[in-house]
């Protein structure tokens, strides 16, 4: 099983602040085959990155995903008030498919 | 526009069963793959089952393999999960998600609001 470990486990910025999320694989991930999502409070989640560095429809372009093999990284530009959330990372090509346990992006 | 409608959780017993059921709309339903994921109450998500456009591949989370059985009838865009020999630690929002391609290789783009289940006697 391919093991994520996000990190920090909570990030805390202010609105217009550059945000950094890292999420680390225990084996290789081919690159294709891994996203990232976003959760707000009692919301379902909801696909921002696909094949680590491609926008899934309708997500701005302040979401970007980078890395490959085990190193793979979600920036946001600059903070909007409606990116306060949770984010998880995932590998979807190698069953069983494992996300990581969330960074929590929270208001300084 | 694309819909998933969640339904069947509720409070079951240790031991017993439940079925759950994702309704379809808005979309060719079976040129996709669909999942299951679930989140216990204030945890992260966990994925659960992954099914392919016509049903004939199934994966399945170590933790529910031989217990949970994935399934999909194309003609009514429905997406099911059945749930025997249910334990506390099943006790979670299921969600259901669509797959971006017709394999289960592929990213979850569009999901639904879940189901809660709650195992308790």
């Known amino acids: 099983e391919i093991v994520l470990t996000q990190s920090p486990g909570t990030l805390s910025l202010s609105p217009a602040e550059r945000a950094t999320l890292s999420c680390r694989a225990s084996q290789s991930v081919n690159s294709r085959y891994f996203a990232w999502y976003q959760q707000k409070a009692g919301q379902a989640p909801r696909l921002l990155i696909y094949g680590a560095s491609t926008r899934a429809t309708g997500i701005p372009d302040r979401f970007s995903g980078s890395g490959s093999g085990t190193d793979f990284t979600l920036t946001i530009s600059r903070l909007e008030p409606e990116d306060f959330a949770v984010y998880y990372c995932q590998q979807y090509g190698s069953s069983p498919y494992t996300f990581g346990q969330g960074t929590k992006l929270e208001i300084k | 526009e694309v819909q998933l409608l969640e339904s069947g959780g509720g409070l079951v017993q240790p031991g017993g069963s439940l079925r759950l059921s994702c309704a379809a709309s808005?979309?060719?339903?079976?040129?996709?793959?669909m999942t299951w994921v679930r989140q216990a109450p204030g945890k992260g998500l966990e994925w659960v089952s992954t099914t392919s456009g016509s049903g004939s591949s199934t994966v399945y989370a170590d933790s529910v393999k031989g217990r949970f059985t994935i399934s999909r009838d194309n003609s009514k865009k429905t997406l099911f999960l059945q749930m025997n020999s249910l334990r506390a630690e099943d006790t979670a929002l299921y969600y259901c998600?669509?797959?971006?391609?017709?394999?289960?290789?592929?990213?979850?783009?569009?999901w639904g609001q879940g189901t809660l289940v709650t195992v308790s006697s």
């Open positions: 998600a669509k797959l971006s391609g017709y394999y289960t290789e592929e990213a979850f783009d569009i």
């Open positions: 808005g979309f060719t339903f079976n040129i996709y793959g």
